[in-house]
């Protein structure tokens, strides 16, 4: 329902000299006074984002951030504060409260982030939480996902695949890498992966105006997408889960031929690979790079996830 | 829960240095470069805060944006944005959101707020609205809860009472009136009434570092609180609503004699009444003014709702 749900609401809504990057994006921009400020919101719920009967609820503390740090690292923004709303199930309330939030202390501290705020409600209904983030713009301005162009290399930081596991728990928003990439590089577009590597390439191509082809034979898998292939190979091969998975929170950058080249020879993220997966291509939708030929390619990966 | 929540969270998280009025008032101030940004963020749970069998979904909808602005304005603060994320029953989902949405339009046009993204989730529980709004301080800075002093006339706007038959869904946030007031007036402390009269100026003298005493005779009464005593007895008179039912989201406002004499001859808020209704005083505590003596006075009032 997201993306049409988004699509209706930008009609909607009158424009708003303010609102430098509208709805729609990682994250939208606001202009106050001579600042701008970079904001993000994400609603996490039972049964769709974690299971409070499975999860630790640190673990589920700390995702709710994190996700928000993703959504700033996609826009390459510095993470300033967090605002954070509860719903409660009335049942020891307050110690799964401190547990959420003992969750986020270390992720906000990692990244200077204060929360600095936030609601708490209790009622009769399952754990909710939303996150308010807000940054600022980082060295080379907000990174949209609408400047990629024809011929731009698609990069990938990290691999993908198999977050079930483990790393929709347990990742590390991007937020370094993509401060440190804005300043050494011209970045073209950015997205962060979060309903899957295929949907959100075509995110960024479809915001931008053009297509996206995919080279299948250069993406990263995930050491976890492996093994769920392996141990369940129903649920499709080590690449289809790379491709579809989703809550991987790598980054998914546009930047011109020459950028890539320079990015791929200096590997300026020590253990974390930038990878070349794809091309930036002038016909509409998501294909597959094969012996220098474009085949359709369908999308994979959730539509439940949030934008700005 | 709240309250004593918070305490522990005040105590919890790191001072920041960026964070000019930390968790606590009715809104966070974050400086940003040269500029202040002011930040709030109320979630709104089915059952607590609405029966969606019951009432109107574009009626929800509206009263999930007041609530946030009647928090702008006990900051006298100007709104910018909003950003809105919902947790949908799955069936219906879309038709919900519109409705939602279509509620919360007239309201950010009336008070020039861009609606500046969101996050749409669908899910198996029941209807949660989190919004967060930023605005910017206005004409007299940032109004803290923490400036009454001794001596300080308690002012209200508007009238007190029965905001469960209608007012909780068609109230009008008082930011005009927190503006002009701002503009013509020196403001020591501000406060909306969300959890009721009689609690929420305990909380502007605790807030503080003092108590205030309610002149109860002068307190005044809304019609509708009225009628509810006069229909229900059982439930008390209409000045025990009017002190403690909660919802009226109207001003409290702590200023100097001399300026609530100014106020109160000028009137300046057209039909809105200015009231005084009580004093601060040295004495800790929630207190009424009887033949010019203090007595004790039970707060009253729901601890659910939200601050910052």
């Known amino acids: 329902m997201e993306r049409e749900f988004l699509r209706w609401l930008r009609g909607r809504l009158p424009g708003d000299p303010r609102l430098i ?3 729609g994006d990682d994250a939208a921009v606001l202009r106050l006074g001579g600042s701008d400020v970079v904001v993000t919101v994400d609603l ?29 690292a996609a826009m390459a923004a510095r993470p300033l504060a967090a605002f954070v709303a509860v719903a409660l199930p009335r049942d020891g309330a307050r110690e799964l409260a401190e ?83 804005a300043e050494r590089y011209p970045l073209g577009a950015g997205i962060d992966v979060s309903d899957g ?14 297509g996206v082809a995919l080279d299948l034979a250069r993406v990263p898998i995930a050491p976890d ?6 141990e369940k190979p129903a649920g499709g091969t080590a690449l289809d889960h790379a491709l579809g998975d989703g809550e991987d929170f790598e980054l998914l950058l546009a930047v011109a031929p020459e950028v890539a080249r320079r990015m791929l020879d200096e590997q300026p993220l020590g253990a974390t690979p930038l990878t070349e997966i794809g091309r930036f291509v002038d016909a509409p939708g998501l294909w597959q790079l094969r012996q220098g030929a474009l085949t359709a390619l369908a999308p994979r990966g959730w539509e439940h996830r949030a934008s700005s």
């Open 44 to 72: 996490l719920t039972e049964g769709v984002d974690f299971l409070l009967a499975q999860h630790d609820p640190r673990k589920i503390g700390r995702k709710a951030l994190a996700v928000n740090l993703s959504d700033l």
């Open 225 to 230: 997408a492996e093994r769920l292939a392996f």
């Open 21 to 23: 990057v509208p709805p």
């Open 197 to 210: 590597l295929a949907i959100d390439a075509l995110h960024l191509a479809e915001e931008s105006g053009c």
């Open 99 to 181: 547990s959420l939030l003992a969750g986020m202390q270390p992720l906000a501290e990692e990244f200077g982030l204060a929360i600095a705020g936030g609601d708490t409600n209790t009622w009769d209904g399952p754990l909710v939480l939303s996150v308010t983030a807000l940054g600022e713009p980082g060295p080379g301005g907000s990174l949209r996902r609408n400047g990629a162009r024809p011929g731009d290399v698609l990069m990938a930081t990290g691999s993908f695949g198999g977050s079930i596991l483990a790393h929709q728990f347990d990742f590390t928003p991007r937020v370094r890498e993509a401060l440190l990439l």
